[in-house]
């Protein structure tokens, strides 16, 4: 054990190749390139651990609905009630069983990297819809009602029927399944925090490919918030097609 290099001992305390009786072994050796290892790597699986604990506790919900027989539980949630332009996309996830993702947690608590790869992560391993509520649709119901239709529309996109839902804040009328409304559920709910990052990316994503022909208005930046560079913009030029125009500032250009 000794005889290994730092780099050596580094990769495989990254990779964790190390038994325990390997890193008690391992924490007799007096280099303090080795020790300085060490202590990163307690570190690290300290974090591993709340991040687990915090995992266990959101799943409090969905325990609770399997508890009372429910087995399909969908976690939604959505992104874009307010900004002035672009759609209110939302999103529902069921889970599969054994998942499990370190650090899931609410999309906007997350680096964008993180959010990029927990996307593909459940992507790839669970039923997800989403349902995407444009800006027209947004000005003829108000953005209360076109979030509620982009969930349902989410739900829609789901490959099974769920048994009961989870969502963010909100109730959906005349659906066939039971439901709870959670309050800052994308933190408190593993399905909901998996369905904010969906939601979130797929809007966000939207969002690039309309600023390639609105550039002006920072919209893969700002998201279609009204940021400084933004309502400079709106100001100079005007709305876009995307624009909510019924949505102040926007309402007021366009009838000024």
Excluded at 15 to 25: G, P
Excluded at 52 to 64: C, G, H, N, T
């Amino acid at each position: 054990m000794k005889e290994s290099t730092i780099k050596d001992i580094k990769y495989k305390l990254d990779t964790d190749q190390f038994s325990n009786a390997e890193l008690e072994l391992l924490r007799e050796d007096k280099r303090k390139g080795v020790h300085k290892l060490l202590k990163q790597y307690d570190v690290m699986q300290q974090r591993k651990k709340e991040l687990k604990k915090q995992y266990e506790r959101m799943l409090s919900f969905e325990k609770k609905a399997k508890s009372s027989g429910k087995i399909l539980i969908a976690g939604i949630d959505e992104a874009g009630r307010g900004p002035l332009a672009g759609p209110v996309v939302a999103a529902a996830v069921i889970l599969p069983p054994t998942f499990y993702l370190e650090g899931l947690y609410d999309s906007k608590q997350l680096s964008l990297q993180k959010r990029e790869q927990f996307f593909e992560a459940i992507k790839q391993q669970a039923d997800y819809g989403v349902g995407i509520v444009t800006n027209d649709e947004i000005d003829k119901w108000n953005i209360y009602q076109a979030t509620k239709l982009a969930m349902r529309r989410a739900v829609n996109q789901l490959s099974e029927a769920p048994d009961h839902l989870l969502i963010d804040a909100m109730r959906l009328e005349n659906v066939p399944f039971t439901q709870e409304s959670i309050v800052k559920g994308d933190q408190r709910s593993v399905s909901i925090a998996a369905a904010s990052i969906m939601a979130k990316v797929t809007r966000d994503r939207m969002m690039k490919e309309i600023s390639q022909h609105y550039p002006t208005y920072g919209f893969a930046s700002n998201q279609g918030y009204g940021t400084p560079m933004h309502l400079q913009a709106l100001n100079t030029y005007g709305p876009t097609p995307y624009h909510r125009k019924s949505f102040a500032p926007v309402k007021d250009i366009i009838f000024s």
